[in-house]
């Protein structure tokens, strides 16, 4: 019997579970909650998402969609629960998060081939072929320091921020306003408009807010794509209009022009009951929190349902610990995917996830290695994670960064769009390529 141990029931490890299961492996999936909570987790849930409820865009040409075009074309387990749990938000594939969740430990429940075991793992368990450590960022402190021992492996100084979330019916509808940027789609955005006075009065409180205290051992790094708003706003007066504030493109609909700056709010759940605000964030105090963001219009009474926060993010330094398949050099048997492994984003670690199953089923079949083309979404973040060359080595989301450059056959210059849409192209015919001779 084919036996694998996948340590920690997140999106890495819900997604490797079921694949592998479906492979006819049998897999024990350890997870650490509800003995053992992480700061963020609030749920026993598998694959509870800490922060968004977004997995980003599903359009292509991006990075996003092509990355979730790639997963599409394998069958991924959980993107396609994702989509059973849709809510709207233009081109991103955002969720109803508790439905999602649900949906996944149902999944897991149902799978005759998964045995779903409540325990922290503080080591790798006895008794399988294979492990995959799945544990992401906020991996126990029994593990890390056992990673630690084994390998000098982890990383423990770099962090993320959570957005707060509002509850709909505490909203001031006759002034905030629902409408998508340019006017694409429905209006999938809730958007609260501030005139320059209300933008200089909350930016100055902003800046001067109080800020929740760094423990002792925290070295606070924060992670380029999820700064906090106010780190974001300390980076000058124009920062926020220009960045997670920007009114581009959309009309308030009392004056018919784009106000000086917007507070973009997403649907939390189908029904609208709740709200995220988008890029917002922080490590402010919670009282600070109430304070300052009920000064953004329509949010004077605004009820949190959940307030910000920042947490720790754990990462190993895959490219000199890894091999091609995300197998350890040092311990092939054991294999890292999601957060831990180096890549960011919810759908990032979907994507190791699945890659580990895939290469760990390789093994079982004793057949040659076979990684996606780097020229893929897939392939490219794969490549980042085992063989960036920077020094320290930063986790990335996917984006066309990563994608190696296309070859212009005598051509100079090209349009952005074209560009995007070249490299798209040539994503998906060599994944494709691949994934045919996969099954062969
Ligand atoms: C605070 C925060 C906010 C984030 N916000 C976003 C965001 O908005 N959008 C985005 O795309 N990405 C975000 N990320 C990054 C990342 O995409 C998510 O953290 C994602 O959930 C990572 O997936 P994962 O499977 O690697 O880890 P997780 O989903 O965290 O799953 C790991 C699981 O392992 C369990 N575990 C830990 N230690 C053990 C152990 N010793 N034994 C057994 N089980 C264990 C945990 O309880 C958890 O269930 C955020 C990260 C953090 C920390």
Known sequence: MKKVAIIGAGLAGSEAALVLARKGTQVTLFEAR??????????DMPAELVCSNSF???????????LKAELTLLGSPLLSIARQNAVPAGAALAVDREKFAACVNDAILREPGISFDRKECTGIPDGFDYCIIAAGPLASEGLCAFLTNEFSATSLNFYDAIAPIIAADSINYSIAFFASRWEDGEGDYLNCPFNEDEYRTFFNALTEADKVVARKFENEKFFEACLPVEEIASRGYQSLAFGPLRPVGIDDPRTGRWPYAIC?????????????MVGFQT????????????MIPGLENAEFLRYGSIHRNTYIDSPSLLADDLSLKKRPSLFIAGQLCGNEGYTESIATGHLAALFVNNRFENKPLSVPPPVSAL?????????????PFTPSNV????????????????GKKEKKELLCKRATDAFKQWKDALIV
């Open 379 to 391: 392939g490219a973040l794969l490549n980042h994670v085992t063989h960036s060359p920077e020094k």
């Open 56 to 66: 980003k865009s599903q359009e292509v040409p991006s990075g996003h969609g092509q």
């Open 34 to 43: 509800p003995h053992k909570m992480t700061p963020a987790h609030t749920s």
């Open 264 to 276: 973009q709010l997403r649907k939390e759940t189908l029904g609208g009951e709740s709200f995220n």
């Open 399 to 414: 984006h066309f960064g990563l994608f190696p450059p296309l070859e212009l056959q005598g051509r100079k210059k090209i």
């Open 283 to 294: 490590r402010l105090t919670i009282p600070e929190q109430k304070r300052i963001f009920r």
